[in-house]
């Protein structure tokens, strides 16, 4: 795959097993960066160093010959990334190649508390965030009021933007929200002991991509959740605060859209949500915690049960549209294998009314699912090494999935380790 770029992005409401793909992808790449989101990623690699949760660093670290980004548009805890690049390196796996782009933002500490108290205030609109601190940055950073790396090594600057701010975040955090302020000179001394630490790292990211695209190079661009969680796109108010999509990607990279000629929607063969949000094949019965326990699904980042469901061919449809899809991996097929018979969701029903295209969330949350029912293979399909060694009831299940969604199969995924990969 010759200077290829590549998006990957979730399709249904993010967990979908991206990081799988991205680590799979990534060995053929020569250039992985994250462009959008923060902390509150949590992508699961499991691979010959072991199993990793990596929040921030890209999936691509595994391949020392890959130049890892955290791109312009991501938010980043540097404290925390300092501490996943430790947690990384001591598994013997090499952070040298890892930069941080000069105009990524900072989450600073003050992020995270807003992160709690704003989201707890929103009452029956709570978006249960990670409380990473995220939406409070990038809130900042659309107010005009963020801190970004390239601040971190330049003390007046800092300073003067710094005071600024924590002036305004006390007030809140005290008058509103009944906390205890931060004390200004506090953060500006670990503010610049993060920058003296990331020094090397914190980089103008321009050359390195126009380079890659000049020399025809391989570049993956990692999405983090799904566009059921844009904040254009999504089921807005229950969405993260930047934009999980190809179009993101071309933003928060600097990447123009016209070089990218891949974008390859990850799906799980069953849904999976963390959060509020409308969600119509969600299964509230034991089949639902069944489910839950044969896939695992319990939060990367926060651990908390995921709501279970049916594929909704509805909502990554949708979401392949918005992202213009070329690909689709479908993850997760092996978790069905002992069911009898899978029900698909292919449209809803409305008042009444028959819908087959994503309506607004208000509508969305009162809407029935309409299923399909396909029979189940019942049969193992951990051990298959190709799409042709799978049953005959797993090959249809494939195939209609990727008939309603109207996107062709790149791969199907059998199990969490890297090589439980099926090319098609
Ligand atoms: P991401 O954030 O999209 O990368 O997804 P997560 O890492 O949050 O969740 C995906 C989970 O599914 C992880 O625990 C993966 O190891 C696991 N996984 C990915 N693909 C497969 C697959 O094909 N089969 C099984 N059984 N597990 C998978």
Redesign the pocket.
């Known amino acids: 795959m010759a200077g290829t770029v590549t998006v990957v992005v979730?399709t249904q409401w993010?967990?979908?097993?991206?990081?799988?793909l991205v680590d799979l992808l990534s060995k053929e790449a020569d250039l992985c960066m994250r462009f959008q989101g923060g902390g509150n990623?949590?992508?699961?690699v499991?691979n010959n160093y072991g199993e990793f949760k990596l929040h921030l660093v890209p999936c691509g670290i595994f391949n020392a010959n890959c130049i890892c980004v955290m791109g312009t548009g991501t938010v980043i805890d540097p404290q925390d990334l300092l501490a996943e690049m430790e947690a990384i390196a001591s598994k013997g796996v090499s952070v040298e190649q890892l930069v941080i782009s000069d105009r990524a933002h900072v989450v600073m500490p003050y992020h995270k508390l807003l992160d709690k108290v704003e989201d707890e205030a929103r009452g029956a609109y709570r978006v249960e965030t990670t409380g990473r601190g995220i939406g409070p940055a990038y809130t900042d950073k659309v107010g005009r009021i963020g801190i970004r790396f390239h601040d971190l090594l330049h003390e007046d600057i800092l300073r003067a933007k710094l005071s600024a701010v924590i002036k305004k975040h006390n007030a809140i955090l005290t008058h509103v929200y009944g906390q205890q302020p931060f004390d200004a000179e506090e953060l500006i001394e670990a503010a610049l002991a993060w920058g003296q630490q990331l020094k090397p790292r914190i980089v103008d990211t321009m050359p390195i991509v126009r380079a890659a695209l000049q020399e025809n190079k391989n570049v993956l661009l990692e999405g983090q959740l799904s566009a059921m969680k844009d904040i254009d796109w999504g089921s807005y108010p229950f969405v993260t605060s930047s934009s999980p999509t190809a179009a993101g990607a071309s933003a928060g990279s600097g990447i123009p859209p016209r070089y990218i000629n891949r974008v390859i929607g990850?799906a799980k063969a069953y849904s999976t949500q963390v959060g509020t949000g409308p969600m119509p094949t969600e299964l509230h019965d034991e089949m639902g915690a069944h489910l839950r326990t044969l896939?695992?699904e319990f939060g990367?980042t926060t651990g908390r049960p995921r709501r279970i469901g049916w594929f909704d061919a509805v909502v990554t449809r949708y979401v392949t549209e918005i992202n213009g899809c070329t690909d689709l991996n479908i993850?997760?097929?092996?978790?069905l294998d002992t069911l009898a018979e899978i029900p698909v969701c292919t449209g809803y029903r409305y008042k009444g009314e028959l819908i087959e295209h994503l309506p607004d969330p208000v509508i969305h949350e009162k809407c029935e699912p309409v299923y399909e029912v396909l029979p189940g293979w019942q049969q193992s399909t951990e051990q298959a090494k190709t799409l042709a060694d799978l049953p005959r009831n797993a090959r249809n299940y494939l195939d209609r999935l990727a008939e309603l969604v109207n996107v062709r199969i790149h791969s199907v995924?059998?199990?969490?380790n890297r090589d439980?990969t099926l090319m098609a």
């Open positions: 979730g993010g967990d979908e097993g991206k990081g799988k990623a949590g992508h699961t499991v990850v896939g695992g990367a993850t997760k097929l092996d978790v995924g059998v199990g969490p439980q």
